[in-house]
C-alpha cells in the first residue's frame, strides 16, 4: 500500500484507492456515526429503563390493590362469618322459645281438655239426674193413679186435716 518512498495524495489506482477509501468512510462513520449510534443505545437504554420502572410502578399498585382487596375480602369474610354466627344464635334461640312455646301450648291444652271432660261429666251427671228424676217421677204419678181412689183420696185429707188442726 504504502511505500515508504511515497506520499500523500491523490491515488489514481482504483483498486489501491478503494480499500483506502473504504477504511476512511468506515472511520469517518464509526466516528460520526457511532456517536450518532452510541445517542441512539443511550435513548433506547433510557427508554428500556424508564418503562421497566413504569413496570416496577404499576407492580408496586397492583400489589397495593391487591392488598385492599384482600383486606376487603378478609373484612367481609369476617363478616360474613359473623352474621352466620349470629343467625345461628337466633335459629338456637328461636328453637328454644319454640319448644318452650309448644310445651306451655300442650299444657294448656291438657288442662282444657281435663277442664272440658270435667265439664261434659257434670253436664252428662246433670242429663242423667234430671232423666231419672222424670222416671222417678212418673213412676211415683203412675203409683198415685194406680192409688188414688176415694179412700185413698179420704185418708189423705183427713190426715191433712188433722196436721192443719195439730198446728193451730
Not at 134 to 161: A, D, M, P, W
Amino acid at each position: 500500500m504504502f511505500l515508504l518512498n511515497q506520499s500523500w495524495g491523490i491515488q489514481t489506482n482504483i483498486f489501491e484507492t478503494n480499500i483506502l477509501n473504504l477504511a476512511v468512510v468506515l472511520a469517518i462513520v464509526i466516528f460520526f456515526v457511532g456517536d450518532g449510534v452510541q445517542s441512539l443505545l443511550n435513548k433506547r437504554q433510557e427508554s428500556i429503563l424508564s418503562n421497566l420502572q413504569q413496570a416496577q410502578d404499576r407492580e408496586n399498585e397492583a400489589e397495593k390493590i391487591f392488598s385492599k382487596a384482600q383486606k376487603k375480602y378478609n373484612n367481609a369474610s369476617s363478616q360474613v362469618n359473623d352474621i352466620v354466627d349470629d343467625a345461628q344464635k337466633s335459629i338456637d334461640e328461636e328453637k328454644k322459645q319454640s319448644q318452650l312455646q309448644t310445651e306451655l301450648d300442650l299444657e294448656r291444652l291438657k288442662q282444657f281438655q281435663k277442664s272440658t271432660i270435667y265439664y261434659q261429666q257434670q253436664k252428662i251427671q246433670k242429663q242423667i239426674s234430671q232423666k231419672i228424676l222424670i222416671s222417678v217421677n212418673r213412676k211415683v204419678q203412675q203409683k198415685f193413679q194406680k192409688r188414688l181412689n176415694q179412700k185413698f183420696h179420704k185418708s189423705i185429707n183427713t190426715s191433712s186435716i188433722e196436721l192443719f188442726l195439730a198446728l193451730k
